[in-house]
């Protein structure tokens, strides 16, 4: 007969207590009604309005009738966009209320541009918007917990690997504008680059998630100070020369800049060390330096960006050119919609669809997209506030800081504050692979913010102790 000591009894009690009193909870959470999505209702509708009424006036102004398809837009628009509405409020109910609506206005005033200067394009936008839709559903069915995804840390870069390289295969890749990135197989292009940068961004959180104490800890001492590690540096040298791998390879300047910015700020965030900004930024100034000197592309770049109206530079810097002066010529009010002459500059439904924007919705419609990426930006930084573990806080922080910075280099480079880096303004500028990827971003942030809301957090644990 086995002997069970007296307090046996007692432990075994208080474990059961404990155990009803959890399933008590999560039956409860689970009785508890999802909050209602009356607020996102309300914004998808303001962005309805807001998208038809600029399509209705940009189709007036450049063809003097309304325009014959408006309920087949109208429509189509509000179908795609009720349907994600729909899956969030099924699938993930308490996610943010932000994110969907001003990805949604953002989208539809870039459809509206494409669609004033090439009806062509803005019929393939539109099937990509759809696309992109099914991918939002999709996502939120099969991502149950971003956490998990921390299990695949080195899939998710081989993945992104595989797909860096995909465009330098030979028959497969494709050199557009001076830049090898697009893969083509049969009628379908894309850029797996937009892809990667997801699976890099999952990459580096859970990479700094593990290694969070020893990035930050400074155990290595010299004279009287402490510093971190020396070879704690080491993923930041491989990161930054990955950045001029990729450079010289592919031409990319603007995918480059997007890799480290991110590399760097993740590694801010996770330490909250300056001196990692500081050595960051030196290697930015050293590998400018030395791309403008030997890589061909970005020396053009530059150039073009430091002196554009020179007769040698002009040949090529005419599309920034163009751009500034139907910036120019918008002013605070702009043109209005459809009045624009903006039609001869180069790529102006992708690279330079800002310029388009700013002519016919002058200071003010730059304003209005400025403010919707702070908007999307914001949300998306709240969101990783509130994250319940490392992982997806980082993971949010890089997903988010993907668009602001994709939205500030391609914006400061059509307002010369930067050298153009030739990318697409995220969910304005047509893309089917940058809307693509940018709606997955939108789907991950908004399981993140479901799971915010939604998962119990474990009571405190006391000690019991007998004599």
Not at 221 to 228: E, K, N, S, T, Y
Not at 251 to 261: E, R
Not at 416 to 422: A, C, H, K, Q, S
Request: glycine share 8%.
């Amino acid at each position: 007969m086995k002997y069970f000591p007296p307090c046996y009894g007692y432990c075994w009690f208080v474990a059961k207590e404990a155990g009803l009193k959890q399933r008590r909870a999560e039956r409860l959470a689970q009785r508890t009604p999802s909050p209602g999505r009356s607020a996102e209702l309300v914004l998808m509708v303001l962005a309805w309005l807001i998208t038809t009424a600029f399509y209705v006036l940009a189709t007036l102004g450049a063809q003097n009738h309304i325009p014959q398809n408006l309920w087949i837009f109208l429509t189509f628009i509000v179908a795609i966009s009720l349907a994600m509405h729909v899956a969030i409020r099924v699938f993930a109910p308490r996610a943010s209320q932000i994110l969907l609506p001003v990805a949604t206005l953002l989208n539809g005033i870039g459809y509206v541009e494409i669609a004033r200067w090439d009806p062509a394009l803005a019929k393939d936008q539109a099937l990509w918007f759809l696309i992109s839709a099914a991918a939002v559903v999709g996502v939120l069915i099969t991502v149950r917990h971003v956490r998990d995804l921390d299990r695949y840390r080195y899939m998710t870069l081989s993945c992104a690997i595989l797909l860096l390289l995909l465009p330098l295969v030979p028959h497969v890749g494709e050199t557009i504008g001076g830049a090898r990135l697009w893969v083509h197989f049969g009628p379908l292009s894309f850029q797996p680059v937009e892809l990667a940068k997801i699976l890099l961004a999952f990459f580096f959180a859970s990479y700094f998630a593990a290694n969070r104490v020893l990035l930050s800890t400074p155990t290595q001492r010299i004279g009287r100070r402490l510093i971190v590690p020396p070879r704690t540096l080491l993923p930041i040298l491989v990161a930054w020369g990955c950045a001029l791998a990729i450079l010289g390879a592919e031409n990319d300047i603007g995918f480059a800049m997007l890799l480290f910015a991110l590399f760097i700020s993740l590694l801010w965030v996770t330490t909250g060390l300056k001196t990692y900004v500081v050595l960051g930024m030196g290697l930015f100034v050293g590998g400018a330096a030395v791309a403008a000197n030997y890589f061909t592309q970005v020396h053009f770049r530059i150039s073009d960006w430091l002196n554009p109206w020179t007769a040698q530079h002009m040949a090529i810097s005419y599309q920034i050119a163009y751009g500034w002066f139907s910036l120019a010529a918008g002013g605070v009010i702009g043109t209005g919609l459809g009045l624009g002459q903006s039609g001869t500059i180069p790529e102006l439904t992708s690279d330079m669809i800002f310029a388009a924007v700013g002519e016919e919705l002058g200071f003010i419609g730059i304003i209005l997209v400025l403010c919707l990426f702070v908007a999307f930006v914001g949300e998306g930084f709240r969101i990783a506030q509130r994250a319940h573990s490392d992982f997806v806080r980082l993971a949010a922080v890089a997903l988010t800081a993907i668009v602001g910075f994709q939205a500030f280099f391609i914006m400061a480079g059509v307002l010369r504050i930067l050298p153009f880096t030739g990318m697409v303004l995220p969910f304005v500028a047509y893309g089917g692979s940058s809307l693509f990827a940018n709606y997955i971003i939108v789907a991950v942030l908004l399981r993140i913010s479901d799971e915010n809301n939604s998962e119990l957090r474990g009571g405190e644990i006391q000690t019991i102790q007998f004599s």
